[in-house]
Nanobody, 127 residues
Framework: QVQLVESGGGLVQAGGSLRLSCAAS????????MGWFHQAPGKEREFVAA????????YYIDSVKGRFTISRDNAKNTVYLQMNSLKPEDTAVYYC????????????????????WGQGTQVTVSS
């Protein structure tokens, strides 16, 4: 089992930036892919971005391409989500997730692809 703890959320004005971090513990971090999801009020949780075990492959939902960057530091057991040019519609609780049960070479995007989840961090973008 993997334990995940997110940090870095907060309140920012539209056009601003935030960097979310997710620290992992419990299993060898470089053995699995990681992802970020968000859930806006009254909506279902939605995929945002994913990164494979090495950091060599990434995948984004269309609405964040060019604005968000997912990265990882395997030496620090941490995955990041750099969010630039934030918009009010980015307001949500952001969750990191670990894909620890599928192939090490996989890069999932569905909730079912990820077996461990953090508690979430709130991001609020004011207009």
């Amino acid at each position: 089992q993997v334990q995940l703890v997110e940090s870095g959320g907060g309140l920012v004005q539209a056009g601003g930036s935030l960097r979310l971090s997710c620290a992992a513990s419990g299993r060898t971090f470089s053995n699995y892919a990681m992802g970020w999801f968000h859930q806006a009020p009254g909506k279902e949780r939605e995929f945002v971005a994913a990164i494979n075990w090495s950091g060599g492959s990434t995948y984004y939902i269309d609405s964040v391409k060019g604005r968000f960057t997912i990265s990882r530091d395997n030496a620090k057991n941490t995955v990041y989500l750099q969010m630039n040019s934030l918009k009010p519609e980015d307001t949500a609780v952001y969750y990191c997730a670990a894909d620890t049960t599928r192939s090490i070479y996989g890069l999932g995007y569905r909730e079912a692809d990820f077996s461990s989840w953090g508690q979430g961090t709130q991001v609020t973008v004011s207009s």
